[in-house]
């Protein structure tokens, strides 16, 4: 296992390195400067303007500029943020774990969700249980997210008025006050996350119990005199969980670009509220430290996956 996760990591060095390239590329040949205005602001020189854009390298080449940018990263370095006059490694270090929580926690309703629903209605095809699931599945991600937030706020923050609809970092509590202040305002955001990952996980899920259960091997537990309870645990989940941790993993840009909006909607000061607002003043060190952060995360996912797939399936072999 051990040489595996290495080989693996190993392997996702030339990945990192690629797709930095590219988003570096792409943000320094878009149109836009971060110093653009001050050659516009008669209150500031134009020997400083040149000076600060010569300290930033902003006139080197693409290229000389990315390996000064790839070798402060490698020491640390994430840059400096035109508008907020910080670090970047700052920034990130500040909303990452809210981002992350926001994240872990959908993610873990949307399993709730879609698990037992999906295997329940997988077992019972065109029952009544599943026409019902599969048609509040379908109306759960065919409802995009902005549309879902907006709905919630205006029943249980405006009608209602049982819910903030603005996220707070700075919470006015302590002990388990701040506690319950901090999980009330969580509420939203993680429900519209959960529910559409849920929706859509719970016809793959489906789907995969219905192709595993008409398998030979299910045949043959039922005929030892297994019980249906343990031969659908045993023998059906497991192996149908195989092509959704799939799914799961090869969905992981799509989540985060969900998050991205729903963080806009509650005011999440999130990763993705930061991206935002970093690209409407065109503060490239941030635009490009939050997405390289993004790419990292997608790729680590995609290896946790390749690790749970040894412990569903003892048939793959890491070697």
């Known amino acids: 296992m051990a040489r595996y ?22 943000l320094a040949l878009a149109p836009g400067d971060p110093f653009g205005e001050l ?13 600060l854009r010569a300290k930033f390298g902003m006139d080197d080449p693409v290229l000389v500029r990315y390996f000064h940018w790839l070798l402060a990263m490698l020491h640390g370095d994430w840059g400096f943020s035109f ?4 670090d970047v490694d700052t920034l990130i270090l500040q909303r990452l774990p809210t981002t992350l929580f926001v994240i872990g926690s959908s993610q873990l309703l949307a399993l709730l969700i879609a698990l037992p629903i999906g295997v329940f209605a997988g077992t019972r095809p065109y029952s009544l249980f599943d026409q019902l699931a599969s048609t509040f599945a379908f109306i759960g991600f065919s ?15 405006i009608q209602l ?3 903030p609809f603005v996220f707070r970092a700075d919470l006015d509590a302590t002990g388990w006050r701040w506690w319950w202040e901090e999980f009330r305002q969580s509420i939203m955001p ?20 219905l192709d595993v259960i008409r398998l030979d091997y299910v045949t043959t537990a039922r005929a030892k005199g297994l019980r249906e309870p343990k031969v659908v645990l045993k023998h059906v ?14 969905q992981m840009p799509a989540i985060f670009g969900g998050a991205i909006i729903t963080e806009q909607i509650f ?6 509220s930061l991206l935002i607002s970093a690209i409407l003043a065109n503060d490239t060190p941030v635009i490009m430290a939050v997405t390289f952060v993004f790419a990292v995360l997608v790729i680590l996912f995609n290896l946790i996956a390749d690790v749970i797939y040894g412990w569903l399936d003892p048939r793959i072999a890491y070697r």
Not at 83 to 86: A, E
Not at 267 to 272: A, N, T
Request: net charge positive; hydrophobic share 60%; charged share 10%.
């Open 5 to 26: 996760l290495l080989r693996r990591l190993l392997i996702a060095v030339p990945s990192i390195l690629g797709i930095s390239i590219l988003l570096f590329t792409v």
């Open 39 to 51: 050659a516009t602001n008669a209150a500031v020189p134009p020997e400083v303007a040149a000076a």
């Open 83 to 86: 508008t907020s006059r910080v």
């Open 143 to 157: 409802l995009p997210t902005f549309f879902t937030g907006l709905l919630l706020i205006l029943v249980f923050s």
């Open 161 to 163: 008025d049982w819910l």
């Open 190 to 209: 993680i429900t519209v996350l959960g529910l559409f990952q849920g929706a859509s996980w719970t016809r793959y899920v489906r789907s995969a119990v």
């Open 237 to 250: 989940v497991r192996n149908a969980l195989i092509p959704v941790v799939t799914l799961v993993a090869l």
């Open 267 to 272: 005011r999440v000061p999130g990763i993705g």
